[in-house]
């Protein structure tokens, strides 16, 4: 692999990083007008509505693989379950906690892996690996319990929302590399998308009110179509192929700057700030999901 080739993957791993950052701090603002299954349908929406054409043409010229319909099921339903705990709980707190709270997915993808890949097993005799876990758990719960109102009602019921958030993007992650590993990102992606706006319309007119959007001023409505786009069509679909270019370990740390980001922008429109505490234990996590990340660069 040369040289070029290998710069051009990580800015794709990068561009990734940069449109899943905006997402939280639109979901956020997005809060104010429509209810988590509402705005879950209408931002899934336009990312379906961007593929679709892809989709198409690609059924048309008969080069999407026809088992990619029953492949995209179990990921599409774990994604729809992550995808409504991930918006829900900026309905309880601010974006960059959240985000820090999420990376803890880690754990999960890390025990996932070595129960269903049995080349990452050589992990388990891995010290880089085992202090990795360590970091991060140490991490999540210091970033916990120095929030402040910790034991508020509110705050208590988003950390859970995240927490479990992490666990199903963990499983979402292991389903897709499972089923998907021979399969164009964009198709496999784009089936996901039509999947997964089935079912929020199930899950909007069970308990939502999608009524709502019809009061919608035009930023709001301009705001589902920028981060349904690029946080979620383009980011995925970008993220995967970086990832079968250079591999998992690049793309990964890459995204681990992630809080950073999207605390930069939420300090500014949201007034969000983590405490001293916070930032040391946020920065152990992260060190420790690197660490763990970065064990597995040398396995077969």
Not at 148 to 175: C, D, N, R, V
Not at 245 to 273: H, K, M, N
């Amino acid at each position: 692999m040369n040289r070029k080739f290998n710069i051009q993957a990580t800015l794709i791993a990068i561009s990734a990083l940069l449109l899943w950052s905006m997402g939280p701090n639109f979901v956020k603002f997005l809060t104010n007008y429509l209810d988590m299954w509402t705005q879950n349908l209408l931002r899934y929406s336009a990312a379906c509505l961007f593929w679709l054409p892809f989709l198409l043409f690609s059924i048309k010229s008969k080069k999407l693989d026809a088992s990619v319909w029953k492949k995209a099921l179990i990921p599409a339903i774990l994604n729809i379950i992550m995808q409504c705990l991930f918006a829900g709980t900026f309905y309880y707190l601010d974006p960059a906690f959240t985000v820090l709270l999420s990376k803890s997915s880690i754990i999960w993808i890390a025990g996932f892996s070595l129960v269903f890949f049995a080349q990452e097993r050589e992990l388990l005799k891995s010290k880089l690996f085992w202090t990795g876990m360590l970091f991060s758990i140490i991490g999540v719960v210091g970033v916990l319990c120095f929030k402040q109102g910790f034991a508020a009602k509110k705050t208590l019921t988003g950390i859970i929302m995240a927490l479990t958030m992490a666990f199903f993007w963990g499983a979402y992650l292991i389903s897709v590399k499972i089923v998907f590993k021979d399969i164009d990102s964009r198709s496999s992606f784009s089936v996901i998308t039509i999947y997964t706006v089935a079912g929020f319309c199930v899950l909007t007119s069970l308990f939502g009110n999608p009524a709502a959007c019809l009061k919608m001023p035009m930023w709001p409505w301009a705001c589902v179509a920028i981060s349904g786009i690029l946080s979620i069509a383009l980011a995925h679909v970008l993220y995967y192929s970086a990832m079968k270019r250079i591999g998992v370990t690049i793309p990964a740390l890459i995204v681990l700057a992630q809080p950073f980001l999207v605390l930069a922008v939420s300090s500014v429109f949201f007034d969000e700030s983590l405490n001293s505490l916070q930032w040391i234990f946020g920065i152990v996590l992260l060190a420790g999901c690197a660490l763990a990340i970065w064990s597995q660069k040398n396995l077969r």
